[in-house]
């Protein structure tokens, strides 16, 4: 049973800094693209691609509002892949998701086969 595990979430004043985590139960994590996507709750929209990598690291996608911003990189050695998240938003506050898919990077949530449990990130001004 693959299970995607999301922490490193919290609460942080804008300018900030978080590294978020996610640890996977893939016997074959490198064949596998990842994804963070974040959802603001009460909104009613959607989950909003933030950014992707490619299964060896060598391609990486963000969404505009958070390029150059954001971090995406993986350790195939321990099944986990990262967001480092600086210079915080409030907008940024939402819950973000984990997921993963064989093989090439997307940025559709329909696109992903598993998905972690999400982890709250807030930011306050």
């Known amino acids: 049973q693959v299970q995607l595990v999301d922490s490193g979430g919290g609460l942080v004043q804008a300018g900030g800094s978080l590294r978020l985590s996610c640890a996977a139960s893939l016997l074959t994590f490198s064949t596998y693209a990842m994804g963070w996507f974040r959802q603001a709750p009460g909104t009613g929209k959607e989950r909003e691609f933030v950014?992707?990598?490619?299964?060896?690291?060598?391609?990486?996608a963000y969404s505009d509002s958070v390029k150059g911003r954001f971090t995406i990189s993986r350790d195939n050695a321990k099944n986990t892949v990262y967001l480092q998240m600086n210079s915080l938003k409030p907008e940024d506050t939402a819950v973000y998701y984990c997921?993963?898919?064989?093989?090439?990077?997307?940025?559709?949530?329909?696109?992903?086969?598993?998905w972690g449990q999400g982890t709250q990130v807030t930011v306050s001004s």
């Open positions: 997921a993963g898919r064989r093989w090439g990077t997307r940025t559709s949530p329909d696109d992903y086969d598993y």
């Open positions: 950014a992707a990598i490619s299964g060896n690291g060598g391609t990486t």
